[in-house]
């Protein structure tokens, strides 16, 4: 069975960081693009970050360029996603996602279960 299983959300104050993780179970996705969506209370789920296995391409919303940082580790299978400077419009439910694809689709072919991130002002 393939998994994506987020970690690392929480409550923090504005101006606070957080570092999310979202490990793969159930097949390898080093040869996958992924990626960060979330999705706020009321809105539509939207892109947040990806990036590509092969040469580590990466690529931003305009709303957290400069404040957050998308990686990976291959060999763990594993996603990451640096928040800093954050901001109570960041609240919001995070998805992991992988797929094939580059750029990464509106509807990739794997999410996760999601994790809460609250910013609070």
């Known amino acids: 069975q393939v998994q994506l299983v987020e970690s690392g959300g929480g409550l923090v104050q504005a101006g606070g960081s957080l570092r999310l993780s979202c490990a793969a179970s159930?097949?390898?996705?080093?040869?996958?693009?992924r990626g960060w969506f979330r999705q706020a209370p009321g809105k539509e789920r939207e892109f947040v970050a990806a990036?590509?296995?092969?040469?580590?391409?990466?690529g931003y919303a305009d709303s957290v360029k400069g404040r957050f940082t998308i990686s990976r580790d291959n060999a763990k299978n594993t996603v990451y996603l640096q928040m800093n400077s954050l901001k109570p419009e960041d609240t919001a439910v995070y998805y992991c996602?992988?797929?094939?694809?580059?750029?990464?689709?509106?509807?990739?072919?794997?999410w996760g279960q999601g994790t809460q991130v609250t910013v609070s002002s």
């Open positions: 996602a992988a797929d094939p694809g580059w750029p990464l689709p509106k509807r990739p072919a794997y």
């Open positions: 159930g097949r390898t996705f080093s040869s996958y693009v």
């Open positions: 990036i590509t296995r092969s040469d580590g391409r990466t």
